[in-house]
């Protein structure tokens, strides 16, 4: 059995943050504003594999307004995540997403941010999918407001 599942994730930029996506730290004079790291990418593709496993939301495992999860390594929150998956016995098929904002330019970090994710969910990189786009100075990621995240994945379910 395959199940799909998608995911979003936007948050603000600001001067003088951290900005991390995919779990890589990108150097920039702006970063997210979050109540976590801020990593869209991942936050994105978290609630497009619970979706998928019909397991609710980021929101329900990982709330905003909790202090355990203040300031958190989205990574743990991915592990965490593919936990919940492996217990309802679900693999990794494969991830699309896409990461939208003006600066910077990111192609040079997505094959770390693959790297990362691959090694996080135990899958091979040939199943993970970054891609990056700017709005052409449109909307809120064109005018360097925030940036956003979609992801799409796929999983399957592992009978015995």
Known sequence: ????????????????????????????????????????????????????????????????????????????????????????????GNIDSTISMQKPKLKSFIPKMIEILAKIMETNINNISVKATTTERLGFEGREEGVSAYAVVLIRLITD
Do not use: C, W
């Open 1 to 92: 059995m395959i199940r799909i599942g998608f995911g979003y994730d936007v948050h603000k930029l600001k001067e003088d943050e951290s900005l991390v996506l995919g779990g890589v730290d990108i150097p920039h004079i702006k970063g997210t504003v979050a109540h976590s790291d801020g990593d869209v990418l991942i936050h994105a593709i978290i609630d497009a594999l619970l979706g998928a496993a019909n397991l609710r939301d980021i929101g329900y495992h990982f709330p905003d307004y909790s202090n355990e999860y203040k300031e958190i390594d989205s990574k743990i929150l991915l592990q965490k995540t593919m936990e919940l998956l492996k217990d309802k016995n679900y693999i990794i």
